[in-house]
């Protein structure tokens, strides 16, 4: 293999060249100094790989990774070159609410002529600062995320401070702020599910939720729960937490299930802040000797497609979670062309649904309700 033609002659780079760096305060120029490469070098790294030496390409990238920079995607020399990628990040696919969520990123991505990168976070916030790093690496114009709690999240407050747009999806952002954002009104649409329980003649109603820690989402829902039971007199239970917020373990709830419809005050129907948690709980209550909804109703939330196919079909809470991903996009690509209304409010509330059939009915003739 021939040797590569020497370099073009270097010319001064602009001055934002020497400050573009990451939050921690590391610029180019120190990057430059650790892999002994001058500073219009290290840039060409960043900017025009193709002119540099993969030796040296790798002796910058080395000393980048080691001191954590990463270029700021909003400096002078890096602003007008556009990847037309967009980066996604979402909980899991392992729940079809996501998945379900992805179509319509990805359809509404296609439209207009955009790829996309994707990552998960597991539902950890540790693991949100790595993978949106790794996705802004690969250079993406923008981000569509759903991070585990909104109102307390470094990972939101770094993308703010460097001017990153991005697009929250599911989470709430409030409505007085600047973060933009597409779900349903969490609170309210599971009060008004928890009301529909009460409605049928419920008045002991457990939920069954994922970490708080780990979703915003959960939290919101539990509140509009407790919105509801006492809008009626009722008194709340403490929410049945499990340590993740998919049903991949069958045995998860199966204990403290047990517990509760073993108690005197056994609920007569359980509110589950998802539709995976719901299948897994009545699952439970089946290999208890439970009839669903004879004995106990159980109400899900999220309005899978998943759950019109269990028998009886899964009362839920419906959320569009197509039309969330394609929203988020849209949003998004409003922020990068500059297209979007000013004046439009950064929030945006999809309407949501309630399917109180199949799993939802009275409560059965034996049991006492509640004064």
Not at 9 to 23: H, K, M, Y
Not at 193 to 200: F, H, P, T
Not at 219 to 239: N, V, W
Not at 269 to 292: E, M, P, Y
Request: aromatic fraction near 4%; proline fraction near 8%.
């Amino acid at each position: 293999m021939s040797p590569r033609p020497p370099s073009p002659p270097s010319t001064p780079e602009p001055a934002s060249s020497r400050t573009v760096g990451d939050s921690h305060g590391v610029t180019l120029a120190d990057v430059a100094d650790a892999a002994r490469v001058s500073l219009a070098t290290a840039s060409r790294v960043f900017s025009h790989p193709q002119l540099v030496r993969e030796s040296t390409a790798r002796r910058v990238h080395e000393a980048a990774e080691r001191l954590s920079f990463r270029p700021n995607l909003l400096g002078a020399k890096l602003r007008s070159q556009q990847t037309r990628i967009l980066g996604v990040m979402l909980p899991t696919l392992e729940n079809a609410v996501f998945a379900e969520c992805w179509r319509g990123i990805e359809q509404a991505a296609m439209v207009e002529g955009y790829s996309l990168m994707l990552v998960t976070s597991g539902y950890e916030a540790a693991r949100e600062r790595e993978r949106v790093e790794y996705l802004l690496r690969h250079r993406v114009d923008g981000l569509v995320l759903t991070v585990a709690d909104a109102t307390r999240s470094a990972v939101l407050d770094q993308l703010d401070a460097e001017g990153v747009p991005y697009v929250l999806a599911y989470n709430q952002a409030a409505e007085n702020g600047a973060r933009h954002s597409v779900s349903v009104d969490n609170r309210t649409s599971a009060s008004e599910g928890v009301q529909a329980l009460i409605a049928a003649g419920h008045r002991r109603i457990a939920v069954v939720s994922g970490a708080f820690m780990a979703s915003d989402r959960a939290r919101q829902r539990y509140a509009g729960y407790e919105d509801a039971m006492r809008a009626h007199g009722l008194q709340p239970l403490p929410p049945v937490n499990l340590p993740s917020h998919i049903a991949g373990n069958a045995t998860q709830t199966s204990g403290q299930i047990g517990e509760l419809m073993g108690t005197p005050d056994a609920p007569t129907a359980f509110f589950c802040t998802n539709d995976l948690l719901a299948i897994g709980v009545i699952s439970d209550l089946k290999r208890l000797g439970l009839r669903v909804p004879r004995d106990v109703s159980v109400l899900g939330y999220d309005g899978i497609a998943l759950g019109t196919l269990v028998e009886p079909p899964l009362a839920t809470v419906v959320q569009p979670n197509a039309d969330i991903g394609t929203q988020a996009v849209r949003q998004l690509l409003a922020r990068l062309h500059a297209s979007g209304d000013r004046d439009a409010a950064p929030v945006t509330l999809l309407p949501h649904g309630l399917r109180v059939t199949g799993t939802v009915a009275a409560p059965p003739p034996t049991a006492t309700p509640l004064p």
